[in-house]
């Protein structure tokens, strides 16, 4: 079966980082899962190389809204203005506890961001994010 190479999870939520760190072990679908607690730990982790000298690159990232020192939005705004060697072909989910329409709009400004989840993710919309932008991880 193919996997993932990595997943990034930037949320302060120790309980949800623990559920879906477990859910995607569970289904199988990265070799690596990397938890940080806010958008500067996640901005640190993307820019700074790894021993190879190649920077990190996870194929997933879900990024959630609030959170203390740099919050989902700040990343962002950082990120999107990052070089290509730190942010090419990443695939990113914005997470919310909230369902309101105006984080709704506001992520919809963001180039960079390829959708907006309800937290916790449940297996069946982890299941259609794969299938959304990693289509070739699914199997009938």
Do not use: C
Request: proline content about 6%; hydrophobic content about 40%.
């Amino acid at each position: 079966m193919k996997k993932l190479g990595r997943i990034l999870l930037i949320d302060d939520s120790e309980a949800d980082n623990f559920i879906h760190a477990r859910r995607f072990g569970k289904m199988n679908i990265a070799e690596e899962v990397v938890v940080r607690a806010n958008g500067q730990e996640g901005l640190d982790y993307l820019t700074t190389p790894l021993p190879t000298g190649h920077y990190p690159r996870p194929d997933l990232l879900f990024l959630d809204i609030n959170m203390p020192v740099m919050d989902g939005w700040s990343f962002l705004d950082t990120y999107q203005h990052l070089p290509d060697e730190h942010r090419a072909r990443v695939t990113i989910a914005m997470l919310t506890s909230s369902v309101g329409d105006s984080d709704h709009a506001r992520a919809h400004a963001y180039a960079v961001l390829d959708g907006h989840e309800a937290k916790p993710l449940q297996k069946e919309k982890i299941r259609a994010v794969l299938s959304d932008h990693f289509p070739h991880l699914i199997h009938p």
